[in-house]
């Protein structure tokens, strides 16, 4: 169980999320995809995730050098506050920086929901050990749905599977005691509100 619980950890972990969570709308028929070619698209795919997942992993894993943190982990919640205030703050340049590069108005609302939800990562983290993990599968799930609902996509199978994956994921957190119940749900909470009320209202 706890191998399972592992394995479902690595393949959802933060990190990837976001790249997988764009690549997942890139690939709806929708406004998005016809109107961004399939090279702006591989560009953005690769920007986010040289900026979401390769440049955190690296600066994590100075600060283990440095032993500024215990863990590339970040089992510990004091551990966490660094790496979250270095994301919060490339998060919101990234967002900043895509701004200069014409593309839907509904893909600035989808990069300033993602700050949004790592802003408020280190929010919380400053009293409780949220779940990013749950964090990031919250935002897909309102990602999805939010899209669904702007362009009227008959892809409630895909918004339930992303359900079903968000289910497993914070079982898997559970099973691992990375996580407490409370910190689960806070975070799959926190990650579908930031993403999904931006994107919803058209704000970015």
Do not use: C
Not at 84 to 91: I, R
Not at 162 to 168: F, H, K, N, T
Request: charged share 10%.
């Amino acid at each position: 169980m706890r191998a399972a619980a592992q394995v479902l950890s690595f393949v959802f972990h933060p990190i990837f999320l976001p790249t997988a969570g764009l690549l997942v709308v890139f690939s709806l028929n929708t406004y998005i995809a016809h109107t961004t070619p399939i090279s702006k698209q591989l560009f953005i795919l690769a920007w986010i995730f040289i900026n979401t997942a390769i440049i955190p992993l690296l600066f994590t894993m100075f600060l283990r050098w440095k032993n500024v943190v215990s863990s590339i982990q970040l089992h510990s919640r004091k551990d966490r506050i660094i790496p979250f205030t270095f994301a919060t703050f490339f998060y919101l340049t990234n967002y900043w920086l895509m701004r200069d590069v014409p593309l839907p108005d509904v893909m600035y609302s989808l990069f300033l929901g993602s700050t949004l939800a790592v802003a408020l990562a280190l929010f919380f983290t400053l009293f409780t050990k949220i779940s990013i993990h749950m964090i990031g599968m919250g935002g897909i799930v309102a990602s999805m749905y939010g899209v669904a609902q702007l362009f009227e996509l008959p892809i409630i199978g895909l918004v339930m599977l992303a359900m079903i994956a968000s289910g497993l994921v914070g079982s898997a957190r559970y099973i691992l005691d990375s996580h407490t119940p409370r910190q689960i749900y806070l975070g799959w909470i926190t990650g579908f509100a930031s993403v999904y009320i931006v994107l919803i209202n058209g704000w970015g």
